[in-house]
């Protein structure tokens, strides 16, 4: 464990990325194989479940600290992250255990599954003989929230450096239903196993968005080729040895979750690998993103869902054909053969269709195609260099987004909570509400979208200005008017409301409007596409 905290403990202590990456390679050249596992592991979000709850958590160290809950919660709220302030708390002895990193996670492990006495004892014990940054790691694990601002991406980075393993091979590698329990480091990064391959996707391409004045720098508009951004789940479909695997983006296997893609079998061959966007499909239409989350997190899919939500794939990249890897054919290429894939079967049949590219000529009509991306529920174009290959990653200049302009609409501060992390001695996490009649009604939180001063002046305000305060949150006096972003609507039973918005942010603070001149709830069911 002492190893591995050091290394977080580098990490953690700069933003050089350069200097993150050394401190991985190192780790990578020197810790045991089990170790390297479980760190790929963590790094990669595969975790071991939280054996604890969070309100035992809480209740345990401050028996073992002699401090009351109350002022926990209140450190915690000024700390900004339970493990660190579990760490800063409790004191250490000088009795200190010496058990690496994969010693400690089968002992986590082995923990979920004992009574609450026992889970007790194990953690008063390794608390008091861990130092402070090793228990601050220990808690991480332990609460299953390890962001230390390393990302899959650098981690990969270090082992190719540590391994000469070609970047973007292990990028592939690591892809995949892979446990540190069901694998080893040898059968995993050193071993080259073709049955490994069976269910794995490829490392997806992600596009960066247009910056302004991005035309000038494109090159002929007749080297790029158009089509709309669809607002579903970015997902990879496999057809390999007659078996369907479906993977999420965030290297999710979802299979189960869409079992209607088990009728591609029908009319697809093996070795097809097919990147596109699963979108609900109601009475022959794309419907909102919000219909879709009804299946979004469920165990277990029932007939009724299928029959209340059914999906589609809307494929508008193919990765593998023939059982070869063709993402290094040029994209109006890998085209021509989905083309072809598609026109050949009954696609629509078995909730297979194309994402229809578009050669656009000029940039008024791109502007204007954008313009339509509501009706048709895009949320935008994509633009692909018609001769690019499938890079791994985010990779600036093949693939970009333009995406539609926001929704916008403001509303009045009316609660507010502190932040986290850097802001955690700030109020920066704010509750918006829109006039009902007389009335003020929640339909939006957002915690972005002003500078550092910016936030110092509203919290100075917050502060001086507070009504009411329930636990961690204060009701504040309506005063300041706020021009809220978002980027999609829907009609939800779940809200106040009655109107969900997707991905809300502050745009502006309208310190030049009062609050009599916010919107309205109506105002913003308006903005609901027919």
Not at 40 to 65: D, F, G, M, Q, Y
Not at 66 to 75: A, K, M, R, V, Y
Not at 482 to 508: D, M, Q
Request: with cysteine; net charge negative; charged share 30%.
């Amino acid at each position: 464990m002492k190893q591995f905290a050091q290394l977080i403990k580098a990490i953690d202590s700069t933003n050089k990325t350069s200097l993150k990456v050394e401190s991985l390679t190192q780790y990578f050249l020197n810790a045991s194989e089990e170790d390297k596992l479980w760190t790929i592991a963590i790094l990669s979000h595969r975790r071991p479940k939280r054996p604890v709850n969070t309100t035992l958590l809480r209740e345990w160290a401050t028996e073992i600290s002699g401090i009351p809950l109350w002022l926990f919660e209140e450190s915690y709220h000024i700390v900004g992250d339970l493990a660190e302030t579990i760490a800063l708390i409790i004191p250490s002895s000088e009795n200190e255990l010496d058990k690496s990193l994969s010693e400690y996670i089968s002992e986590i492990i082995t923990l979920k599954t004992l009574p609450e006495i026992e889970k007790k004892a194990y953690l008063h014990e390794n608390w008091l003989k861990l130092n402070y940054y090793e228990r601050f790691v220990f808690n991480k694990i332990i609460t299953g929230s390890f962001r230390i601002g390393v990302s899959q991406k650098l981690m990969t980075r270090a082992l190719a450096k540590a391994t000469s393993i070609d970047e973007d091979i292990l990028a592939y590698k690591l892809m995949g239903n892979w446990t540190p329990e069901t694998t080893t480091f040898q059968k995993l990064i050193l071993e080259e196993n073709e049955e490994d391959y069976l269910s794995k996707p490829y490392p997806f391409y992600l596009a960066y968005a247009v910056e302004d004045d991005f035309q000038t720098d494109l090159g002929d508009i007749n080297d790029w080729s158009f089509e709309h951004k669809w607002d579903g789940i970015r997902s990879q479909v496999i057809i390999r040895n007659r078996e369907v695997f479906v993977w999420s983006r965030g290297e999710e296997l979802v299979t189960d979750k869409y079992p209607e893609f088990q009728r591609f079998l029908e009319e697809i061959p093996d070795g097809t690998v097919l990147d596109g966007e699963i979108l609900p499909f109601i009475d022959g239409d794309i419907a909102n993103f919000n219909s879709l989350q009804t299946r979004i997190g469920r165990k277990n899919i029932t007939k009724a869902m299928l029959q209340k939500t059914p999906v589609i794939l809307n494929a508008y990249d193919l990765l593998e054909w023939e059982g070869k890897d063709i993402r290094q054919l040029p994209f109006s290429e890998r085209r021509e053969l989905l083309d072809k894939l598609i026109s050949q079967c009954s696609c629509d049949e078995i909730g297979l269709y194309l994402s229809e590219t578009m050669n656009i000529t000029t940039w008024e009509a791109a502007a204007k195609e954008r313009e339509r991306s509501r009706e048709k529920r895009s949320e935008g174009l994509m633009l692909k260099r018609k001769n690019s290959p499938y890079l791994v990653g985010r990779k600036k200049g093949d693939w970009w987004k333009w995406k539609t302009d926001p929704f916008t609409i403001d509303g009045v501060l009316t609660y507010a909570m502190r932040g986290h992390g850097r802001r955690a001695n700030l109020y920066t996490d704010y509750t918006f509400g829109l006039w009902d009649g007389d009335e003020l009604v929640t339909f939006a939180k957002a915690y972005s979208g002003l500078t550092d001063a910016e936030f110092r002046k509203v919290d100075a305000w917050i502060k001086k200005n507070t009504l009411e305060r329930f636990g961690p949150v204060r009701s504040v006096t309506p005063h300041h008017v706020f021009e809220i972003a978002f980027e999609g609507i829907a009609e939800s039973k779940r809200h106040k409301s009655g109107v969900a918005t997707r991905f809300p942010r502050i745009l502006r603070w309208r310190q030049d409007k009062p609050i009599e001149e916010a919107n309205t709830i109506d105002d913003l069911k308006a903005l609901i596409p027919k």
